[in-house]
C-alpha cells in the first residue's frame, strides 16, 4: 500500500518522466513514484517522493543518515559521495548523494540515488513538523543525464496553495 504525504505538494515533470504505481517498483513507502521514458543498463530511473510527520527533533542529517542505514539493508556498498545543508532557517533542506550496487533482475548494478529533504514546520504549532523526502535514482552511467531533469522537477515544488505547513 502506497503512503501518503504529510503535506500536501504540487510540482510539474517533463515530457520525459511517466507517473508510475509505486507499489510497482516495490516502492510501497512512497506516495509518489515516476520513471523515465529510457532505461539505461536495464534500469529505469526513477523518481520518488515520500515523507511523514516527525514528532522527534531528529536533525536532517539524521534523517538522511536513516536513508542510508536502510539503503543498506538491501543494497551493497552503499557509499554516502556528497551531503549539503541548502534552504532557509525556517524552510530548512537537506541533499545526499548515495552510490551503491544492486541486484536487479539476474544483474548486479551501480546506481546512484540523490536524495532532498525538505522539512516543514506547522505554523500553528512548532513541535510539529513533516519531512518529505524527494529521490533520483539511477544507473551511475545514466545518472549525470537524468540529473538536470530532477534539478528542474525540484524548483516547481511547492506546498500546494491553501496548504497549511504540516
Do not use: C, K
Amino acid at each position: 500500500m502506497t503512503s501518503s504525504l504529510p503535506v500536501p505538494i504540487e510540482f510539474r515533470l517533463s515530457d520525459d518522466w511517466l507517473p508510475t504505481d509505486p507499489e510497482l517498483g516495490g516502492a510501497a513507502d512512497v506516495a509518489f513514484a515516476a520513471v523515465h521514458r529510457e532505461s539505461g543498463a536495464g534500469f529505469t530511473a526513477n523518481i520518488t517522493i515520500g515523507g511523514e510527520y516527525r514528532p522527534d527533533a531528529a536533525t536532517l542529517g539524521e534523517l538522511a543518515d536513516e536513508s542510508v542505514r536502510h539503503l543498506s539493508e538491501f543494497a551493497e556498498s552503499v557509499v554516502m559521495t556528497g551531503r549539503q545543508e541548502v534552504g532557509f532557517a525556517d524552510a530548512p533542506a537537506l541533499t545526499q548523494r548515495l552510490s551503491f550496487t544492486a541486484g536487479v533482475g539476474d544483474a548486479r548494478l551501480d546506481l546512484v540515488q540523490s536524495q532532498v529533504y525538505l522539512s516543514v514546520q506547522d505554523v500553528a504549532d512548532s513541535r510539529r513538523r513533516a519531512v518529505v523526502r524527494l529521490a533520483l535514482t539511477a544507473t551511475a552511467v545514466q545518472h549525470d543525464i537524468v540529473l538536470a531533469d530532477f534539478q528542474d522537477f525540484l524548483r516547481t515544488v511547492r506546498l500546494s496553495d491553501g496548504a497549511e505547513a504540516a
